[in-house]
């Protein structure tokens, strides 16, 4: 099995930083697409960002400018580098994996991290 462990979340003010971490362990063969998703109360859960395995990324209208997705492949791990943060980034934040375990390719997701931005 994968399992995905967030971290990075918190409390912080409009116009902070965060850094979300998504490390991904167990009987990996291949990662394929990386992202980071994020859900409020409500609402139903959206795409923040993603990227390939061959590095092309893609994001939000909401987050473009302010948010940058990478990925490390040597440690399983996908970052979320969120600058400029605002009340409306407030949210449940997940990683997801789509990756192939003993030849069959599916998606995993992260326990979900909180951010909450708020002055």
């Known amino acids: 099995q994968v399992q995905l462990v967030e971290s990075g979340g918190g409390l912080v003010q409009p116009g902070e930083s965060l850094r979300l971490s998504c490390a991904a362990s167990?009987?990996?063969?291949?990662?394929?697409?990386m992202g980071w998703y994020r859900q409020v109360p409500g609402k139903q859960r959206e795409s923040v960002a993603t990227?390939?395995?061959?590095?092309?990324?893609n994001y939000a209208d909401s987050v473009k400018g302010r948010f940058t997705i990478s990925r490390d492949n040597a440690k399983n791990t996908v970052y979320l580098q969120m600058n400029s943060l605002k009340p409306e980034d407030t949210a449940v934040y997940y990683c997801?994996?789509?990756?192939?375990?003993?030849?069959?390719?599916?998606?995993?997701w992260g326990q979900g991290t909180q951010v909450t931005v708020s002055s």
């Open positions: 997801r994996y789509s990756c192939a375990v003993f030849g069959i390719r599916r998606l995993y």
């Open positions: 167990g009987s990996i063969e291949t990662i394929y697409n």
């Open positions: 990227i390939t395995s061959g590095n092309s990324t």
